[in-house]
């Protein structure tokens, strides 16, 4: 019997269901083509922000037992060097591309989404409100469902090609932020960022990052985005898509029970650039241990 794992987010068509979030897939041109792409969705972007960021100072990146805390600070070329360096690889990749757009002020993220308009290839773009809102109270956008719905509103005016909103786990209230976002026009919901965490560096007795606080992914966030994807799915009719912990088959098949559309991983890739191959891999089996022939047929199926 054929299994079909192929996987879709409004009219954005993936091969596979597992797409490599933001921040973990390298910009060199061999694994933007060929086998390196076996398994692979969709590829997110880096962050891009208006101006370069050079990002944070410090340790960057801190194993913990179940995961990592990073604290890379969205250091990214800015939009102008990223449409002169990789506008080629985006628009000749075999796969779709995500933009994944950091929420600055309202101005400068509309002038990026505006100069990204120019790229072709880009399928959708990914605006990260997890970033504090530099127009207002510095909290991040995503906080509140007021701020995230300006932040989607301020996006979707500029861009005419799907716009998927990267939300942030730290809101107490998921399932308002995600309704308040598909309000505004959003075509999908990434559920979601990273957690924010610390760590104490035992040797010095200080704590590991500059900033103190760092994001948190990994296994050890995958119950938590499993619940706001739960959140979400239940809110809202655009897709969502799972994001947290994400490394196997069954976390990939879980996502989708619970609502997922499609999922993002980013750690697991981190960890291992094989990782989305041995996840399709494993759903065949998850899919006819329900019963059906498609990975489609078992989104949201735990929900019934
Ligand atoms: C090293 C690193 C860099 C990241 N950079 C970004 C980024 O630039 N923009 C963004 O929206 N998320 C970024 N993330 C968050 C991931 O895209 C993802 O949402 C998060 O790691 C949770 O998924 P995971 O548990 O599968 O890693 C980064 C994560 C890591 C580990």
Same mark, same amino acid.
Request: with cysteine; net charge neutral; charged share 20%.
């Given at each position: 019997? %054929?299994?079909?794992?192929? @996987?879709? *987010?409004? %009219? ?17 041109? /061999?694994?933007?083509?060929? &086998? ?20 944070? !100072?410090?340790? !960057?990146?801190? /194993?913990?037992?179940?995961? *990592? ?18 506008? &080629? ?22 002038? %990026? ?10 399928? $959708? ?35 005419? !090609? ?12 998921? @399932? ?22 610390? @760590? ?7 704590? *590991? ?11 050890? *966030? ?10 979400? $799915? ?12 994400? !490394? ?57």
């Amino acid at each position: 019997m %054929t299994i079909d794992i192929s @996987a879709k *987010v409004g %009219t954005v068509e993936l091969k596979s269901p597992v797409i490599a979030a933001s921040g973990v897939w390298p910009y060199s041109e /061999e694994f933007w083509s060929g &086998e390196k792409l076996d398994g692979v969705g969709a590829i997110c972007t880096k962050a891009i922000s208006l101006a370069p960021r050079r990002g944070n !100072r410090g340790i !960057r990146l801190w /194993e913990t037992q179940a995961g *990592v805390l990073n604290s890379i600070g969205l250091q990214n070329t800015g939009v102008k060097k990223f449409i002169e360096n990789y506008s &080629e690889l985006v628009k000749n990749c075999p796969v779709p591309v995500i933009a994944n757009v950091v929420m600055e002020a309202v101005w400068d993220t509309q002038e %990026t989404l505006r100069m990204l308009d120019g790229v072709e290839g880009i399928a $959708a773009a990914e605006l990260n409100i997890s970033c504090p809102n530099a127009d207002g109270d510095g909290m991040a956008w995503g906080m509140t469902c007021a701020s995230a719905a300006k932040a989607a509103a301020a996006a979707r005016k500029i861009w005419n !090609r799907p716009l998927w909103v990267k939300m942030t786990p730290q809101t107490p209230d998921p @399932a308002a932020v995600a309704r308040a976002v598909e309000a505004e026009g959003a075509d999908a919901l990434v559920c979601s960022n990273t957690w924010l965490g610390a @760590a104490i560096d035992m040797a010095s007795g200080k704590p *590991v990052f500059d900033r103190v606080v760092a994001g948190l992914s990994g296994p050890a *966030v995958f119950p938590l985005a499993l619940r706001v994807v739960w959140q979400a $799915a239940g809110a809202v009719k655009i897709p969502v898509i799972g994001c947290g912990g994400v !490394r196997s088959a069954s976390d990939c098949a879980g996502m989708m029970l619970a609502g997922a559309s499609a999922v993002e991983a980013g750690s697991a890739f981190f960890a291992d650039v094989n990782a989305g191959k041995a996840i399709c891999a494993g759903l065949p089996e998850y899919i006819t241990r329900y019963g059906k022939k498609r990975l489609s047929d078992i989104v949201g199926l735990a929900r019934e």
